[in-house]
Every structure is written in structure tokens, then in C-alpha cells.
């Protein structure tokens, strides 16, 4: 009743009410998702230039890439035998049809 006695015009224009399926709305994730991202990004900054993320991304990766192949190598060392063992029964059997 009181809004109806003030003039449109003169009324106070308050926030309107806050909603929850705002927040939940794609749009509207991805532009705090991308404001926290500028947060970081600031908090980051080295003087050269480089972010200290992408110079922890780096050395992590170099830690994977060394990881992956010692890996690697003991995967091979350990297939090597099964392979020689192979070849070696291969080898067997030729000589063995030979002979028959």
C-alpha cells in the first residue's frame, strides 16, 4: 500500500532479490570461473614475464616425461627377457623340425 501512495518515479529502486538458479547458471560459473583464473594469474606473476604456474607446470611435466621413462626402460628390460626366451624356443623348435 505504501509503494501505491509514493510516486512511481520517487520510489527507491532496491536490489532485486538474490536467486540461486543465477548462480547455477553456465554463464554466470564460467565468469567466476574466469575471475578466480585472473585472481591466479595476478597472485602469479614472476618478473621475467612467466607465470610461476606455467613454471611449476613445466617442471612437473619434466618430472613426468623422466618417470615415464625409467619406466619405460624397466618395461623394456623386463620384456627383453620374455622376448629372448621367445626367440630362444623359437630357435628350438626350427632346429627340432629340422631334425625331423
Not at 529502486?13 to 548462480?23: A, L, Y
Not at 597472485?43 to 613426468?64: C, I, P, V
Amino acid at each position: 500500500m505504501q509503494d501505491e501512495e509514493i510516486p512511481k518515479h520517487k520510489r527507491k529502486k532496491g536490489k532485486k532479490p538474490f536467486r540461486i538458479e543465477e548462480r547455477l547458471t553456465e554463464k554466470g560459473a564460467q565468469r567466476r570461473r574466469d575471475k578466480e583464473e585472473e585472481r591466479i594469474q595476478k597472485d602469479m606473476k614472476w618478473s621475467d614475464g612467466y607465470t610461476k604456474y606455467e613454471t611449476l607446470k613445466h617442471a612437473q611435466q619434466a618430472l613426468e616425461d623422466i618417470e615415464r621413462k625409467k619406466k619405460g626402460a624397466q618395461h623394456v628390460a623386463s620384456h627383453q627377457q620374455y622376448f629372448s626366451w621367445y626367440s630362444y624356443s623359437l630357435v628350438d623348435h626350427e632346429h627340432r623340425i629340422k631334425e625331423v
